[in-house]
């Protein structure tokens, strides 16, 4: 394989920029003829309404894990492994149940590019602001903007 001459730039050119929101976005993105490149928005909205469903109420959280995730999404993480808006949802109340009074906060800046992004979460008091779970999502999109798989790790967990 022959290395390009210092100073060549690529066939397939790689950019980087830096937007404000969600805690600061660094957004990497890989273009070629043949690759479509997604606005930072697209990533942004679609991690918002991920968000909007884990801090929904019990009555309105059905319609947000379906305004987030498409029908066939996968969520697995190192508690769970389930399918379909019925399993994440269930997914959802059992933590919900488990921490009353907390909420799902973004922590850290998002990095995203093509259909993928990950960033850090925290789930956090809404009585002290202790934050005793936290660990990072790493999320697929499916064209319409929703998440169709989400790799779920822990890195801070009560008692661990």
Known sequence: MQRPAAGAVPAAAMTSQVIDGLGGVRHCERMT????????????????????????????????????????????????????????????????????????????????HHHVARFGWELVSQADGSAPVAGFDVVALAEDGRIRSVSGFLDRVPGA
Not at 83 to 112: K, N, T, W
Request: proline share 5%; glycine share 6%.
């Open 33 to 112: 003829e043949n690759q479509e490149v997604l606005p930072v928005p697209f990533h942004e909205e679609s991690i918002e309404r991920y968000f909007a469903a884990w801090n929904a109420t019990d009555d309105v959280l059905d319609k947000a894990v379906s305004a987030a995730l498409t029908e066939d999404a996968t969520y697995t993480d190192p508690l769970a492994d389930v399918a379909g808006h019925e399993g994440i949802a269930a997914v959802i109340r059992g933590a919900r149940a488990q921490f009353p009074g907390f909420e799902f906060r973004v922590s850290g800046s998002l990095d995203a």
